[in-house]
């Protein structure tokens, strides 16, 4: 059973377009993290939710969106994709917002032209 | 501004030798420093150190914290090629759990 999920894996579009990435995990954890990794291989948090509750909001462009629909969820949705969006973002859970240890999903390579 | 910074940030050696890695951080409220493995995909947790001094090990790899001189060292004994992969290293800081990741090490063993 996959623990974290994230779909797609990967996605190509056009500069412009608004895309969603989603994930779940099952692991009955409370809290959820979207990274962007970029080309150099540097993974950045982003968004935190806890119970669907935002808790970490660090400094990214309004186009960037998450939504959680229950703590099972936390999906992300982009307006007007940029170039420089193109990276791989990883959705990770952990138990607690306490709780340092994550578990990371598979990545969604984005990639925009 | 908070930094967490790895060294170095590649290393190529041969199967049998010992590497370490290293990871120094300048953060604000300190809360615990982890240790994971990218190979293609997923980091995969490796470990979690919140007290200096005290040694983490699993097999082969092991990890130990210094919070007086704010660095951590991740040592990998009787390397093989399959412990090829990216190692990072994150800073969890604060009280909602954020994470400050290094920018990686690569390391590649070579057959």
């Known amino acids: 059973d996959t623990a974290v999920s994230q779909t797609p894996k990967y996605l190509v579009t056009q500069m412009g377009n608004d895309k969603s990435i989603k994930c779940e995990q099952n692991?009955?954890?409370?809290?959820m993290y979207w990274y962007k990794q970029d080309s150099k291989k540097f993974l950045k948090i982003m968004f935190s939710?806890?119970?669907?509750?935002?808790?970490i909001n660090e400094t990214v462009p309004n186009r960037f969106s998450p939504k959680s629909p229950d703590k099972a969820h936390l999906n992300l949705h982009i307006n007007s994709l940029e170039l420089g969006d193109s990276a791989v973002y990883f959705c990770?859970?952990?138990?607690?917002?306490?709780?340092?240890?994550?578990?990371f999903g598979p990545g969604t390579r984005l990639l925009v032209l | 501004e908070d930094k967490v910074v790895q060294s170095p940030l590649s290393l190529v050696v041969h199967e049998g030798d010992t590497v370490t890695l290293n990871c120094s951080y300048e953060?604000?409220?300190?809360?615990?420093l982890l240790w994971y493995k990218q190979e293609k995909k997923a980091p995969t947790f490796l470990f979690m150190l919140?007290?200096?001094?005290i040694e983490k090990k699993s097999g082969r790899l092991s990890s130990i914290l210094d919070k007086k001189e704010l660095f951590s060292i991740l040592n990998i004994t009787a390397t093989q090629t399959g412990d090829s992969a990216v190692y990072l290293c994150a800073v969890a800081v604060g009280d909602n759990n954020d994470m400050r990741f290094g920018a990686g090490t690569r390391l590649t063993v070579k057959p």
């Open positions: 692991l009955g954890h409370d809290t």
């Open positions: 939710y806890n119970n669907k509750e935002l808790i």
């Open positions: 953060v604000t409220n300190f809360r615990s």
């Open positions: 919140t007290s200096s001094g």
């Open positions: 990770a859970s952990s138990r607690s917002f306490s709780q340092e240890t994550q578990y």
